[in-house]
């Protein structure tokens, strides 16, 4: 998504943006901006799929009429981040194009790239707060933003930047705040201080308060269709035709999320196997789901990325299953979605997905691991009968 530093290439992102003073792991870092391909600069802002999110963005910088608070929404992976990125960079260039485009070689926008910048601070799960007793939560396994977070922006809003036009702030992910930081957070931005622009990203906005959502504006990034991403891939990124559309049925229309399996293999080899287990689950009798919940949980102890990972790859999963049953497909179907397909209507999909979703927030809420696996292990369907035998050997 980078634009070329020179004519001699493109310069790669390298870091997501970290807080002031500290630098903790995002509770799902598949939202962090991906690695570019040599022709990434071709879309506009570099931002690879959303023209539209960039083009209102663009215009309302050129304008002067950036609203005070924006809330971008998507599933983990679509480019969340990324926009947030490079509207942050938009607004703080020193030397920026004739469309609002940063230049990303200065100084100010090599700052925000890297995660330095001055005027720029990120709002998450284990980020700094104010408190002298714990300046921040990164070693208490917080699940939540807290209120003591959300404080210290209030305070930090009212100083003025440092060198850009704006003081950015940006609540990721907005999903994970709680419910009393969400309440404090409404009084900045009910009465925000002109130079303060605040950026939500959030995978839900249904799952915010509607008084938090309704005082932002709102741009969904939605996913790209399956021939869609397989051609960006190809044009952007150089990747060959077979790994784009390996990389795109994984990926559910998430462009960031495929550059990064293809920059990582082993979270590829994650998200492959996830849905080889899946489409062993729904095979399996209560004994080896409970197996599964149990292996599932003592993950959540020590790699709750990963179990995130997880659940949103099975998701995935049950999305395909449900627009193959709906009559919607329309891109890339994994095979074994495929075949449960077949033995299952479109309510079991619905209330897998459901079933999945209620699942990933009891986790974030700290509610007891292994009783909310195993309740989800309850919850998904049985798949059994003739037709869904092409599970028994299934193709991921």
Not at 163 to 190: G, M
């Amino acid at each position: 998504m980078a634009r070329p530093a020179s004519s001699a290439g493109a310069r790669r992102p390298r870091t997501w943006w970290r807080s002031m003073s500290t630098d903790a792991t995002p509770t799902d870092a598949s939202d962090a901006p991906a690695p570019s391909g040599p022709q990434a600069s071709e879309a506009p802002w570099g931002i690879v799929g959303h023209d539209h999110a960039v083009g209102a963005l663009r215009r309302a910088v050129e304008a002067g009429r950036l609203a005070h608070a924006y809330l971008f929404t998507g599933p983990p992976g679509a480019g969340k981040g990324a926009l947030a990125t490079r509207l942050a960079q938009a607004l703080s260039c020193d030397t920026p194009a004739e469309d609002s485009a940063p230049c990303l070689v200065c100084r100010s926008c090599r700052q925000v790239e890297a995660g330095e910048s001055p005027d720029i601070e990120r709002i998450r799960i284990g980020g700094v707060c104010d408190e002298s007793g714990h300046p921040d939560h990164s070693g208490d396994r917080s699940t939540r933003i807290r209120i003591c977070q959300v404080r210290r922006v209030e305070r930090v809003a009212s100083l003025a930047p440092f060198r850009s036009r704006r003081r950015i702030f940006v609540i990721d992910t907005a999903d994970d705040l709680q419910t009393e930081a969400a309440h404090a957070l409404l009084k900045t931005l009910e009465e925000p201080p002109p130079t303060v622009l605040l950026l939500m990203l959030a995978t839900d906005g249904d799952a915010l308060l509607p008084t938090i959502r309704s005082r932002c504006q709102e741009i969904a990034l939605r996913p790209m269709p399956a021939p869609a991403l397989e051609a960006a891939l190809v044009a952007h990124a150089g990747i060959a035709e077979h790994e784009a559309r390996e990389l795109s049925a994984l990926a559910q229309g998430r462009y960031g999320l495929a550059m990064r399996m293809h920059a990582d293999p082993s979270l590829r080899v994650l998200r492959e196997t996830a849905a080889e287990e899946m489409a062993r689950l729904v095979l399996a009798d209560r004994n080896e789901r409970f197996d599964a919940a149990e292996t599932l949980a003592q993950r959540w102890t020590r790699e709750r990325d990963s179990v995130l990972a997880t659940l949103d790859t099975w998701r995935g999963w049950w999305r395909d299953v449900l627009q193959v049953t709906a009559g919607l497909e329309g891109g890339v179907i994994s095979e074994s979605a495929r075949a449960a397909s077949e033995a299952c209507a479109p309510r079991d999909a619905v209330l897998a997905l459901q079933a999945i979703q209620r699942a990933r927030e009891h986790l974030l809420a700290n509610t007891n691991a292994q009783l909310v696996l195993e309740v989800l292990m309850l919850d998904l369907p049985v798949l059994a009968g003739k037709e869904a035998r092409g599970l028994a050997t299934p193709a991921g």
